[in-house]
């Protein structure tokens, strides 16, 4: 519905009896108005820029000293965070992996919380039952003091709970599991492993730790500007990798999906990627350069540089260089200098500590 203020019109175009245009030249002009719409061509598409919702909130940084051992004070919806869509055991293990668990929800308040960190129209919790018929009860294993079941709700052959609306109530049991939908998470309610609480959650920014790197969760899909500026508020950058164990965390984090990486393009590109690419963080990029799949990069063979930023392939085996505008998921890396957060997560995963074991986090300089 913009006006129309250019044209490129072929000789002869356009004719009176038509009412569809295509073009036929590789430069995009000639254009032809052909027939009426019933003939089969490719089309070419502009994507505009829609309003972005943001990403579900990763946990926040924390003051030092905060949490119950520490005296300080916590916002109460610190320790919640979302996790991307799936079935119920696979949200789940996200929540396992970011130190979590799906939540359970014994207030109207709490409920809030949970309603305010779903984005989606539906979100799992952490409440379930094993047959139908059963009672229900809390993955975190807390007592079932609180519900907010919509009406007619639950019914007697489902055993999986979602909730349903913004303000956390209305509770539906939907299923067995085997439906996508993403997950809402809390740290808060973990029992006592011999790590203390601040602590947890302080690492629960992190998806994993390795090398003594910070990895956030997995975003969902933005364009590569959008992903840079929220990593940025989170205190990092665009996933940046030097070694097998980073690039391999990545792919077990994202599976299939093709994943933002931070390298984007710093010179004309001449056919030597590893002078054109370059991490924006400055983490070395030489065992990135490994990672190339076959025959890419392609921008400067086709358009001579049209394609500045990296992401995975599309079967993820490798890298790609990829237009910027082009929507993937992402999570954001850095580099954590907090000696005492590395120490407390050193000794419980060098002495077999269960917080490391079910989180799925390594301490720093571990490799897996």
Not at 132 to 154: I, K, N, R, S, Y
Not at 253 to 273: I, N
Request: charged share 20%; proline share 5%; glycine share 12%.
């Amino acid at each position: 519905s913009t006006a129309l203020d250019y044209a490129a019109w072929d000789s002869g175009q356009p004719e009176s009896d038509g009412t569809k245009v295509v073009f036929t030249t590789d430069g995009g002009t000639g254009w032809h108005e052909w027939g009426t719409g019933g003939d089969v061509f490719n089309g070419v598409c502009l994507r505009t820029q829609a309003a972005l919702s943001p990403d579900p909130p990763l946990r926040p940084a924390l003051p030092r000293g905060s949490g119950a051992t520490g005296g300080g004070v916590l916002t109460a919806s610190d320790s919640w965070f979302a996790v991307a869509p799936g079935t119920y055991q696979e949200v789940a293990a996200r929540c396992t992996a970011q130190g979590g668990v799906l939540a359970s929800v014994h207030s109207d308040a709490e409920a809030a919380i949970a309603g305010a960190k779903c984005e989606f129209a539906q979100c799992y919790i952490g409440l379930s039952r094993p047959d139908a018929g059963a009672p229900f009860v809390w993955e975190d294993g807390t007592q079932v003091d609180f519900t907010a079941w919509d009406a007619m709700q639950p019914e007697s052959h489902e055993t999986v709970t979602v909730l349903t609306n913004e303000a956390g109530t209305a509770w539906h049991d939907w299923g067995t599991g085997d439906n996508v939908y993403a997950g809402v998470c809390r740290t808060d309610t973990l029992p006592d492993v011999g790590v203390s609480l601040a602590a947890t959650l302080q690492q629960g920014r992190c998806y994993r730790w390795i090398n003594g790197r910070c990895f956030s969760p997995s975003m969902k899909a933005a364009a590569f500007a959008t992903a840079e500026a929220r990593c940025a508020a989170w205190g990092g950058d665009v996933f940046s990798f030097q070694d097998e164990a980073e690039w391999s965390m990545a792919l077990e984090a994202f599976g299939s999906e093709v994943f933002w990486t931070g390298l984007r393009q710093v010179a004309f590109p001449d056919g030597r990627p590893d002078r054109d690419f370059l991490f924006l963080d400055a983490t070395p990029n030489a065992f990135a350069m490994t990672k190339w799949a076959e025959a890419q990069p392609t921008g400067y063979r086709l358009c001579g540089g049209c394609k500045p930023c990296v992401a995975s392939s599309q079967d993820n085996t490798g890298l790609m260089d990829s237009t910027c505008q082009w929507e993937h998921t992402y999570m954001c890396s850095r580099d954590d200098p907090d000696a005492s957060v590395l120490a407390v997560h050193a000794t419980a995963a060098g002495d077999g500590g269960a917080a490391g074991d079910a989180a799925g986090e390594q301490g720093p300089g571990k490799q897996g």
